[in-house]
């Protein structure tokens, strides 16, 4: 473990309320390198349980309901200015967009992102790639969102997109957002997200949020963690057809074959953990 | 726009601040207090963390 004194830390909700979340630094570490001791600046605020929940003698039959624990800082910072981002809901964003396949590459990891996204206006997204078409060689990967008022990462209109390994904590809106239900072979894996937070100021669909909104089944969805939400984890709203500026009656998202969806986990949200809704009918 | 590379992430610390407020000018398709990307190549790539998130126990 590299973590380093100094570091902040968000630790997820383990309750039925996904708001009970603590973030603290690091001022020591102890223990082994293995199974590492935290000491932190100040109590927690919440109880977090760290239990492997096994109600039998059957060893198979368990539920893992320890506490996940992301870390935030990195050396590498993108934010949005401290004095008045937090105010005004308005942070700062990386807004990726040229027409074609592969027509632009971005390689984003191990990147902190603080007080990013633009409320009260739509496609300010923190991460948004925006109708380009397939991005075989981006990727974002390994980096931390710290309070984004506008999303996580948006979907739009792109393909082949792999997102990877981030942690995200104290977004608002659907958190990793599949815009148009025309985006496709998106792998999306080993993310944690922290605290999805309703929204007044976007989408109608953004006050009952998503850490994962899926309006396209064919994607690839694995081990991500949905570690608490004001309403649900992940949320397959398939469309009837292409929506927004993809708008196409030949694309047919409810009827559309399910990519992966596997060793997802969700927690602490307001109302499911998966939900899947209006339809999902694969042919 | 380059900060390290995939080979050769940045090893020392930066920090870049954005500003603006939601009345500023602001380009179109892009907006404003952003970085836009159009045809070319945005690498930012820092120091990984191992791991990135964990469970508690």
């Known amino acids: 473990m590299n973590w380093e004194v100094g570091d902040q830390i968000g630790i997820a909700s383990t309750s039925y309320i996904g708001r009970e979340t603590d ?5 020591a ?24 929940y096994q109600p039998g003698s059957n060893a198979d039959d368990f539920i893992d309901m320890r506490c996940e624990v992301g870390v935030l800082t990195r050396n590498v910072k993108y934010r949005g200015n401290p004095e008045d981002s937090g105010t005004n809901q308005y942070g700062a964003t990386i807004f990726m967009h040229s027409p074609g396949d592969d027509s632009l590459t971005s390689r984003i990891s191990s990147v902190e992102f603080a007080d990013v ?8 997204y923190s991460l948004h790639m925006h109708m380009i078409g397939a991005v075989h060689n981006s990727y974002i990967r390994k980096n931390a969102v710290n309070r984004s008022f506008n999303r996580a990462v948006a979907i739009h209109g792109t393909r082949y997109l792999r997102i990877d390994n981030n942690v995200v904590f104290g977004a608002m809106g659907h958190n990793i957002f599949i815009e148009d239900a025309v985006e496709t072979h998106n792998y999306i894996t080993d993310n944690l997200i922290i605290m999805a937070m309703r929204s007044w100021s976007l989408l109608n669909t953004d006050q009952t949020p998503a850490c994962m909104w899926i309006t396209n089944p064919f994607n690839n ?10 309403r649900y984890g992940f949320w397959f ?17 409810e009827n559309v074959k399910v990519g992966q969806f596997d060793g997802n986990h969700a927690h602490s949200t307001g109302r499911y953990g998966l939900r899947i809704f209006h339809h999902m009918i694969p042919r | 726009m380059q900060v390290g590379t995939e080979e050769f992430p940045y090893t020392s610390k930066i920090t870049i601040t954005m500003h ?16 836009g990307l159009r045809f070319g ?15 508690m126990e």
Do not use: M
């Open chain 1, 117 to 124: 996204g633009q409320a009260f206006k739509l496609g300010r």
């Open chain 2, 41 to 55: 190549t945005l690498d930012l790539h820092g120091v990984e963390k191992e791991p990135v998130w964990t469970v």
């Open chain 1, 23 to 27: 973030k603290r630094v690091i001022t």
């Open chain 2, 20 to 35: 603006s407020t939601i009345d500023d000018p602001y380009i179109p398709v892009y907006g404003n207090k952003c970085i």
């Open chain 1, 237 to 253: 709203d398939l469309q009837e057809h292409g929506i927004g500026q993809n708008a196409d009656n030949s694309i047919c998202p």
């Open chain 1, 29 to 52: 570490i102890g223990g082994t390198a293995s199974k590492p001791v935290l000491t932190l600046d100040a109590p927690l605020t919440y109880r977090h349980y760290a239990e492997i």
């Open chain 1, 221 to 230: 969805f694995l081990r991500n963690h949905a570690a608490g939400s004001d």
